[in-house]
């Protein structure tokens, strides 16, 4: 199975919900951080990912762009190692990481 990149056009990042806010949330530094913390810091980025109208767009941009840093689209690139290490294998775990988010993102939604 082959996940299709494709680069999104620049202005979804306009839309962002994440825009303005500090990129500390989104690049998340392990070393600063005790498991448990860092687990609490990413699953508050990430419940501002799952309310984020272009939460696919963001996904689609850093899959293309071999991004290795940070949450992009709610998923946590960083603890996938460097991009060009089995480029494939790591493809099909970010978009399987990536759908969970979409289905959180789907409940919040149904339910507010």
């Known amino acids: 199975m ?41 699953k508050q980025t990430q419940n501002i990912c799952a309310q984020c109208e272009v939460l696919r767009d963001c996904f689609k941009y850093a899959t293309a762009n071999d991004e290795c840093y940070g949450v992009w689209g709610g998923v946590d690139f960083q603890t996938r190692g460097k991009p060009n290490r089995n480029r494939a294998r790591r493809l099909r775990f970010l978009y399987i990481e990536h759908q969970k988010v979409l289905r959180k993102a789907k409940q919040a939604r149904t339910y507010k």
């Open 2 to 42: 082959t996940f299709p990149v494709t680069k999104p056009s620049p202005s979804w990042q306009e839309k962002a919900g994440c825009k303005g806010l500090p990129s500390d949330l989104f690049f998340l530094d392990c070393s600063k951080h005790e498991v448990g913390t860092y687990k609490t810091k990413l």
